[in-house]
């Protein structure tokens, strides 16, 4: 369960806050999206629970199945089990993609006290989903997301969060920069990896995703906090009159 | 990237002190007096009774050297040396000439172990090592002992000391000797030609591949000592050898001077490939102390359709000034550089080469990676050249800088020369940084600071550590690693 308090967030203090004291729970198990216009604070609000340093949190707590997330370095975080699916997956020169996985995948293993996995036993975890999701096997030697289309990095982030078998899966704007068929793939995987367990955090401009990650809950935010919770009705309702309602509202 | 878990723990374990080979070894020493002088020309050349023509030489070189001045063109600031303040012979005392392993004096041989290189055969040939490596260590002035001698022998291959070369192959140290750098060549070289001391031998008949590696191990140990070792290798006809250099030095507060020359002959058809990690001393956190490192490396591709290859990986000297060069003399010849330069703290390394095109269809290719961290500078300065006469010469060029931090800084000095029209010569570089956000994508996956700087750099050397033999590959990985602790977080 992913619990967020009161959470207030700057780039540093006496700036503009980012984040003014926003609430949110997600339960076990929960897909939550997060919708809201530009410049609302929902990556910030996915990179302050991945512990990015650009932010300064000011005020308030984030729980992962009640640890505090604030207190742990980033690594630390992803050993817990937050795992943060790009907006914009970075290059990573010379590194293939294979071998970036198993370092992943060993020093999340390593950071929980648990053995390394074989070679072969990851081989076979890394074939089976990759096929899954279209990924061919040569691109898994090239070096990580250099040269890759945007669909082809969306689902590669998609292919380390189904190894890395996260608690939470944040998904930062997945969407953005996907035809209608890559849009599905990744759909497919990660509806694939929902589970009793597994909560997911879905940050998104458009209602089209949620089509096919059909959500349980939908919060709306706006000025850097929730305004609005609904069920997946709410995402209609948005697509349908859009955000201005509650801006108009916001600056009443 | 198997490597990584094993650099990353052997980071975590070292202490604030990253220099794993800074301990020292007492030894009773034979030294001569302090300074530079002909007397102590003629003490080294007694010393290893060589022979008058050897005299001869060294002296001529030491009264060039007189007149000549220290380059300045080098983006590296020391302060004056004294030459008159170093040592330039010392010798352990305990058996001069050893003739088995059993005769080199045991804290020698607990050195070389505590550095992991292997000099006893049985133990190699029992399966300590995987593959056979034969090695000449060299220790301050002296080559301790050479491994696999008999072995080599019979393939035809000499590989000893070149003082023993100067002994018993005098007709070919005479004729190659100094005929790759010349006496006058520069500074360092021809301070090196009067009083260099020891450093190995190599020669490959004609059509002979190597059955083995081979491997010299250099290491200073005594205070205040000079190192001025001289390599000769020398390929004949069809023949190949892969070659490997180590080198390290104890932790010392004062500076320490190493002036190679390094010379290599391939004849036609022949092949020769010349590897290094350089690990000297590189002076502790606040810049103190370290190795001055100046060093002439060139091959010659004296004959048609030869290959000159030099791969470096330069971790350590508080100063790194070294141009592994080729001569393409020969038609058809070819000449590689493949180098990885790792400066952190206060080193500097002006370092890169000169592929010198002299023959027709001579094709040259360097891929040079700089990685700067710390208070570091690191300058690329390399020269390609084509002569008249030198028809459809090619050269690839690629110089890529990775800096890490905001103190440090790369540098990129190409120089190109083209007096014939056909030749086409191509220049690439790079310069770029480990960014914040790529550091925070790898720490997001579960990579610590130094795990995800370990894994971008291996990232961004790869090109060049698979140029490296296996055993070395991995060696040099661990070796990036370490060199760059402290530099992230």
Same mark, same amino acid.
């Given at each position: 369960?992913?619990?967020?308090?009161?959470?207030?967030?700057?780039?540093?203090?006496?700036?503009?806050?980012?984040?003014?004291?926003?609430?949110?729970?997600?339960?076990?198990?929960?897909?939550?999206?997060?919708?809201?216009?530009?410049?609302?604070?929902?990556?910030?609000?996915?990179?302050?629970?991945?512990?990015?340093?650009?932010?300064?949190?000011?005020? +308030?707590?984030?729980?992962?199945?009640? &640890?505090?997330?604030? !207190?742990?370095?980033?690594?630390? =975080?992803? %050993?817990?089990?937050? #795992?943060?699916?790009?907006?914009?997956?970075?290059?990573?020169?010379?590194?293939?993609?294979?071998?970036?996985?198993?370092?992943?995948?060993?020093?999340?293993?390593?950071?929980?006290?648990?053995?390394?996995?074989?070679?072969?036993?990851?081989?076979?975890?890394?074939?089976?989903?990759?096929?899954?999701?279209?990924?061919?096997?040569?691109?898994?030697?090239?070096?990580?997301?250099?040269?890759?289309?945007?669909?082809?990095?969306?689902?590669?982030?998609?292919?380390?969060?189904?190894?890395?078998?996260?608690?939470?899966?944040?998904?930062?704007?997945?969407?953005? +920069?996907?035809?209608?068929?890559?849009? &599905?793939?990744?759909? !497919?995987?990660?509806?694939?990896? =929902?589970? %009793?367990?597994?909560? #997911?955090?879905?940050?998104?401009?458009?209602?089209?995703?949620?089509?096919?990650?059909?959500?349980?809950?939908?919060?709306?935010?706006?000025?850097?906090?929730?305004?609005?919770?609904?069920?997946?009705?709410?995402?209609?309702?948005?697509?349908?009159?859009?955000?201005?309602?509650?801006?108009?509202?916001?600056?009443? | 990237?198997?490597?990584?878990?094993?650099?990353?723990?052997?980071?975590?374990?070292?202490?604030?002190?990253?220099?794993?080979?800074?301990?020292?070894?007492?030894?009773?020493?034979?030294?001569?007096?302090?300074?530079?002088?002909?007397?102590?020309?003629?003490?080294?050349?007694?010393?290893?009774?060589?022979?008058?023509?050897?005299?001869?030489?060294?002296?001529?070189?030491?009264?060039?050297?007189?007149?000549?001045?220290?380059?300045?063109?080098?983006?590296?600031?020391?302060?004056?040396?004294?030459?008159?303040?170093?040592?330039?012979?010392?010798?352990?005392?305990?058996?001069?000439?050893?003739?088995?392993?059993?005769?080199?004096?045991?804290?020698?041989?607990?050195?070389?172990?505590?550095?992991?290189?292997?000099?006893?055969?049985?133990?190699?040939?029992?399966?300590?090592?995987?593959?056979?490596?034969?090695?000449?260590?060299?220790?301050?002035?002296?080559?301790?002992?050479?491994?696999?001698?008999?072995?080599?022998?019979?393939?035809?291959?000499?590989?000893?000391?070149?003082?023993?070369?100067?002994?018993?192959?005098?007709?070919?140290?005479?004729?190659?000797?100094?005929?790759?750098?010349?006496?006058?060549?520069?500074?360092?070289?021809?301070?090196?030609?009067?009083?260099?001391?020891?450093?190995?031998?190599?020669?490959?008949?004609?059509?002979?591949?190597?059955?083995?590696?081979?491997?010299?191990?250099?290491?200073?140990?005594?205070?205040?000592?000079?190192?001025?070792?001289?390599?000769?290798?020398?390929?004949?006809?069809?023949?190949?050898?892969?070659?490997?250099?180590?080198?390290?030095?104890?932790?010392?507060?004062?500076?320490?001077?190493?002036?190679?020359?390094?010379?290599?002959?391939?004849?036609?058809?022949?092949?020769?490939?010349?590897?290094?990690?350089?690990?000297?001393?590189?002076?502790?956190?606040?810049?103190?102390?370290?190795?001055?490192?100046?060093?002439?490396?060139?091959?010659?591709?004296?004959?048609?359709?030869?290959?000159?290859?030099?791969?470096?990986?330069?971790?350590?000297?508080?100063?790194?000034?070294?141009?592994?060069?080729?001569?393409?003399?020969?038609?058809?010849?070819?000449?590689?550089?493949?180098?990885?330069?790792?400066?952190?703290?206060?080193?500097?390394?002006?370092?890169?080469?000169?592929?010198?095109?002299?023959?027709?269809?001579?094709?040259?290719?360097?891929?040079?990676?700089?990685?700067?961290?710390?208070?570091?500078?690191?300058?690329?300065?390399?020269?390609?050249?084509?002569?008249?006469?030198?028809?459809?010469?090619?050269?690839?060029?690629?110089?890529?800088?990775?800096?890490?931090?905001?103190?440090?800084?790369?540098?990129?000095?190409?120089?190109?020369?083209?007096?014939?029209?056909?030749?086409?010569?191509?220049?690439?570089?790079?310069?770029?940084?480990?960014?914040?956000?790529?550091?925070?994508?790898?720490?997001?996956?579960?990579?610590?600071?130094?795990?995800?700087?370990?894994?971008?750099?291996?990232?961004?050397?790869?090109?060049?550590?698979?140029?490296?033999?296996?055993?070395?590959?991995?060696?040099?990985?661990?070796?990036?690693?370490?060199?760059?602790?402290?530099?992230?977080?």
């Amino acid at each position: 369960m992913l619990e967020i308090r009161n959470l207030h967030v700057a780039i540093e203090e006496g700036t503009k806050k980012l984040l003014n004291g926003l609430n949110l729970t997600i339960r076990d198990g929960e897909v939550a999206a997060i919708m809201g216009p530009n410049g609302s604070g929902k990556s910030t609000l996915s990179y302050v629970i991945a512990g990015k340093e650009d932010y300064k949190v000011l005020d +308030g707590e984030i729980l992962l199945d009640g &640890k505090n997330l604030l !207190e742990m370095e980033p690594d630390e =975080r992803a %050993a817990a089990g937050v #795992f943060l699916a790009f907006q914009y997956p970075l290059e990573i020169p010379g590194v293939a993609t294979m071998t970036f996985l198993k370092a992943a995948l060993n020093a999340q293993r390593k950071g929980r006290g648990e053995d390394e996995l074989t070679t072969p036993d990851f081989m076979r975890r890394v074939k089976a989903g990759a096929e899954k999701l279209g990924i061919p096997q040569d691109m898994l030697k090239r070096g990580l997301n250099v040269g890759f289309s945007g669909g082809e990095k969306k689902r590669t982030e998609i292919l380390q969060m189904a190894l890395l078998k996260p608690s939470i899966g944040i998904l930062d704007e997945t969407d953005s +920069g996907l035809d209608i068929d890559a849009l &599905k793939i990744v759909s !497919e995987g990660v509806n694939a990896l =929902r589970s %009793a367990k597994r909560s #997911f955090l879905v940050i998104t401009h458009y209602q089209r995703l949620l089509n096919y990650i059909v959500p349980d809950t939908v919060h709306i935010m706006l000025k850097g906090k929730i305004v609005r919770t609904g069920g997946k009705e709410l995402a209609l309702e948005l697509e349908a009159n859009g955000y201005s309602d509650y801006v108009t509202n916001a600056a009443a | 990237m198997v490597a990584v878990k094993e650099t990353v723990e052997q980071v975590k374990q070292l202490d604030v002190d990253q220099y794993r080979y800074g301990f020292t070894t007492d030894l009773e020493v034979d030294k001569a007096p302090k300074g530079l002088n002909e007397e102590i020309v003629r003490f080294i050349s007694a010393k290893k009774s060589e022979p008058q023509w050897m005299l001869d030489w060294r002296l001529d070189a030491y009264r060039r050297w007189k007149t000549m001045d220290e380059p300045q063109w080098a983006r590296v600031l020391y302060p004056k040396i004294d030459f008159n303040d170093s040592y330039y012979y010392a010798a352990p005392k305990k058996n001069a000439a050893p003739k088995t392993l059993d005769d080199v004096d045991p804290a020698i041989l607990d050195t070389y172990k505590k550095l992991g290189i292997p000099l006893r055969e049985q133990e190699i040939l029992a399966g300590v090592q995987m593959s056979k490596v034969a090695v000449d260590a060299v220790f301050d002035s002296v080559s301790v002992v050479t491994t696999f001698k008999e072995e080599l022998k019979k393939a035809g291959v000499i590989f000893c000391s070149i003082s023993e070369a100067i002994k018993d192959h005098p007709d070919l140290v005479k004729k190659y000797l100094g005929s790759v750098v010349p006496v006058t060549d520069n500074y360092y070289a021809t301070l090196n030609c009067a009083v260099f001391t020891d450093g190995s031998f190599v020669y490959i008949p004609e059509g002979v591949r190597c059955p083995m590696e081979l491997s010299t191990y250099f290491r200073i140990n005594e205070k205040n000592t000079g190192q001025f070792e001289r390599t000769l290798i020398l390929a004949e006809k069809g023949s190949y050898v892969s070659y490997l250099e180590g080198c390290t030095a104890p932790q010392r507060d004062e500076n320490q001077l190493h002036a190679a020359v390094v010379e290599l002959v391939a004849l036609d058809d022949a092949e020769i490939k010349y590897s290094t990690v350089q690990n000297w001393y590189p002076g502790d956190a606040e810049g103190k102390g370290g190795i001055y490192n100046f060093v002439t490396k060139r091959g010659d591709c004296r004959g048609a359709n030869s290959k000159i290859s030099w791969t470096q990986v330069e971790t350590g000297s508080a100063i790194t000034w070294k141009y592994p060069s080729c001569i393409l003399r020969g038609d058809n010849s070819r000449g590689e550089f493949y180098s990885i330069a790792v400066s952190n703290g206060y080193q500097q390394v002006d370092s890169g080469t000169k592929m010198i095109h002299l023959g027709k269809n001579t094709t040259s290719r360097i891929i040079s990676k700089g990685i700067s961290a710390g208070k570091s500078q690191n300058t690329y300065r390399g020269q390609v050249s084509a002569h008249r006469k030198a028809t459809n010469a090619r050269n690839f060029t690629n110089c890529d800088s990775l800096l890490i931090g905001e103190t440090c800084g790369a540098h990129t000095v190409p120089y190109l020369e083209s007096k014939n029209a056909s030749a086409v010569f191509e220049h690439e570089a790079t310069t770029s940084k480990i960014s914040e956000d790529q550091l925070f994508y790898c720490r997001q996956r579960g990579l610590s600071a130094e795990e995800a700087t370990a894994l971008i750099v291996n990232g961004f050397v790869k090109d060049v550590l698979q140029q490296l033999p296996m055993e070395f590959a991995v060696e040099a990985q661990k070796l990036i690693s370490i060199s760059l602790e402290g530099s992230v977080g």
